[in-house]
């Protein structure tokens, strides 16, 4: 028996879960040892390659979520290219082996691609190589995934995954990845996220030592692939992977049922949609609709986003939503979410200053193409606005006025539209005092920011973190106002903010009164089944 | 939104050119190229295309090639096709562009 003590190699959590397991190593290379033919025998072992992965690509196609589909098509379409081999016929005839006239093909491209400062390029050079190993693995007779035994809990370890790898692999056999390469933005983390398998990239460890089948921790919380784990750290991670399984088992039974507590009361359980782009490939089904749609992401690039780009971006969040109602925040920059070119500069307190809707109105050229994108998106289904940090009643006069204006034009312009319903996150304490006071059809409360107002502490110091705290009973006689106001004036009221998701939390805000919340949707099933056990 | 775009056909030599702005924020990337190659190859005619006065025309049925060209936001995007259906072949393509390739900007 070795007495080695565990190896500890550090990584960047890029999906977050456990995995106690054997790990499987897979050393992917690009070099290869492949014994040439012929120019004839290399030109057919090449074309044979490409055909097999064609096959392989377009299987997978017919399978693949939307996500996915865009890589595998984008793959698809350059293997479609009829002068994409061109050069490597000419390569080969000069005597040069199939595989290293193959990497040449996508070298140029892939070499361009990486060279970009965009994320998004060295994203797709990523696609890229995905592609350029398909084929070379097909060349080398390799284009198999790597095998566990059914039903072990084995952790992946290599260098890269790519999507496509990614795609094929059984995952009821793997339970999660360590890589050494990768990155937390990658497609193949937004697919691991999407999916729940946990990963970990970056690893700090030298794979070419590490023998295969040896048993390992995957913590892809704390950002640990531990080996040989001791017989402490196993016993605890063994029991937190059980104890997290079997939660998640019980939580899971809840998430396609409506939300209902153990007395009987119906809890709407919507969902905050950070990425419309992963929403697609959640079931509807699964939450009461969206309770909150950040809309900061579409002002991320170096122009402002136009009328058609947002509309585009509103207008597939009702579809998905399939009649259910979708809550879309007017922009909330300002704070620890700056804008170029639109925020102010210089503002001595931010949390303080021009954000929120402040910042919209003070910048009605901005607001008012968000607010014709959401009139048009509102004929498509229910649609409702949502406006962050109003203080006043004055400021909700003023954006119905806008959104009246806007109504009126797009109906002389003759373009489809409807009044949405207008609503207010009640984050600001002077507005959660006299919520009745504002004209408005819901509410939505943002415990973060009025945690932070009701106990003056910054959310991000954490010296302060026992005076931030949303048990606070200021906070809570606060959200028990609003929750009244609410019921008298017959207008929903949620909490979209971290408490709503945290079991601690929940049973109190449930308890005061609330009725409706909105969740990641990574924490649905959790809340439904916190809801569950709530006796009241 | 999209610039300015024009078509002209000279029908007699069954040759036509167009340009048109790429406006999508990480310009002319992946999943549109496809696009663009894709109606290019449903044309007859020999298409070729370049961005900006100064580029090369290349190929505008080749994805990789149109790939590599990375064309960024704001650079103006020119089509020239000689064949039978040249005219519909530039038009459509045109239209495709100034439809932002009917991608939200993500």
Redesign the interface.
């Given at each position: 028996m070795s007495r080695k003590t565990e190896l500890r190699w550090r990584g960047t959590v890029a999906s977050r879960g456990l995995v106690l397991g054997p790990v499987v190593v897979r050393r992917s290379t690009e070099g290869t040892a492949r014994r040439q033919g012929t120019p004839d025998e290399e030109w057919q072992a090449l074309t044979d390659a490409v055909e097999r992965t064609q096959q392989r690509l377009q299987g997978l196609a017919e399978t693949a979520d939307e996500m996915a589909a865009?890589v595998l098509?984008?793959q698809l379409?350059?293997l479609?290219?009829?002068?994409?081999l061109d050069p490597a016929r000419e390569a080969i005839e000069g005597g040069a082996p199939a595989d290293r006239a193959w990497v040449d093909v996508?070298g140029?491209?892939i070499a361009?691609?990486e060279a970009?400062e965009?994320e998004?390029?060295r994203a797709?050079a990523a696609?890229l190589k995905d592609l350029r190993d398909s084929v070379l693995a097909a060349l080398n007779g390799a284009d198999e995934v790597p095998v566990a035994t059914e039903g072990s809990t084995a952790i992946l370890v290599d260098r890269e995954l790519t999507p496509s790898r990614f795609l094929e692999m059984d995952w009821t056999r793997f339970r999660g990845a360590a890589l050494t390469g990768g990155s937390a933005t990658s497609h193949v983390a937004m697919l691991a996220r999407s999916r729940g398998i946990p990963l970990l990239v970056g690893l700090d460890g030298d794979l070419s030592a590490l023998p295969q089948a040896v048993e390992a921790v995957l913590d892809a919380e704390e950002g640990w692939l531990v080996l040989k784990p001791e017989e402490a750290t196993r016993a605890a991670f063994g029991q937190a992977v059980a104890a997290r399984a079997k939660e998640a088992e019980q939580q899971a039974a809840y998430l396609a049922q409506p939300a209902e507590t153990a007395g009987g009361r119906r809890i709407t359980v919507l969902m905050n949609v950070d990425d419309?782009?992963a929403v697609e490939a959640l079931d509807p089904g699964h939450c009461d609709g969206i309770g909150l749609t950040r809309t900061e992401f579409?002002f991320t690039?170096?122009?402002l986003?136009?009328e058609?780009?947002q509309y585009?971006?509103y207008a597939?969040l009702v579809r998905w939503a399939s009649g259910r109602p979708v809550t879309i925040r007017t922009l909330d920059a300002g704070g620890d979410k700056p804008i170029a070119g639109l925020t102010p500069d210089g503002e001595m307190n931010t949390f303080l200053g021009v954000r929120g809707i402040r910042l919209s109105l003070a910048r009605p050229d901005v607001f008012r193409v968000q607010l014709r994108a959401l009139a048009r998106a509102a004929a498509l289904g229910p649609l409702k606005v949502m406006c962050p940090m109003v203080t006043v009643p004055e400021e909700i006069v003023q954006v119905r006025e806008l959104l009246s204006q806007v109504i009126m034009d797009l109906r002389t312009e003759g373009t489809a539209c409807a009044m949405p319903q207008l609503g207010m996150m009640v984050e600001v304490p002077a507005a959660a005092l006299r919520a009745g006071g504002f004209a408005v059809d819901f509410y939505s409360i943002g415990s973060n920011d009025l945690v932070q107002y009701v106990t003056a502490t910054a959310r991000d110091n954490g010296a302060l973190a026992p005076l931030h705290n949303p048990r606070d009973p200021a906070v809570l006689e606060l959200i028990g106002r609003v929750v009244k106001a609410g019921a008298a004036a017959d207008r929903e009221v949620s909490v979209c903010g971290d408490m709503a998701a945290e079991p601690e939390f929940l049973p109190i805000l449930l308890g005061l009164g609330l009725s409706a919340v909105s969740v990641a949707p990574a924490a649905l099933a959790r809340v439904k089944a916190t809801i569950a056990r709530f006796d009241g | 939104m999209s610039g300015i775009a024009k078509t002209m056909e000279t029908s007699e030599d069954r040759q036509a050119a167009g340009e048109a702005v790429i406006s999508h924020k990480i310009g002319l990337h992946a999943r549109p190229s496809v696009k663009l190659t894709k109606l290019a190859k449903q044309f007859r005619s020999a298409i070729r295309l370049r961005a900006g006065e100064d580029g090369a025309w290349i190929d505008a049925k080749s994805v990789v090639k149109v790939m590599a060209l990375k064309v960024k936001a704001g650079q103006v995007l020119a089509f020239e096709a000689a064949g039978e259906d040249s005219g519909e072949a530039v038009t459509a393509l045109v239209a495709l562009v100034e439809r932002n390739f009917d991608e939200p900007q993500d």
């Open positions: 865009e098509e984008v379409a350059i479609d290219d009829e002068g994409l996508l140029d491209l361009v691609y970009e965009d998004y390029f797709r696609d419309p782009g579409l690039g170096s122009s986003p136009d058609t780009t585009q971006v597939a | -």
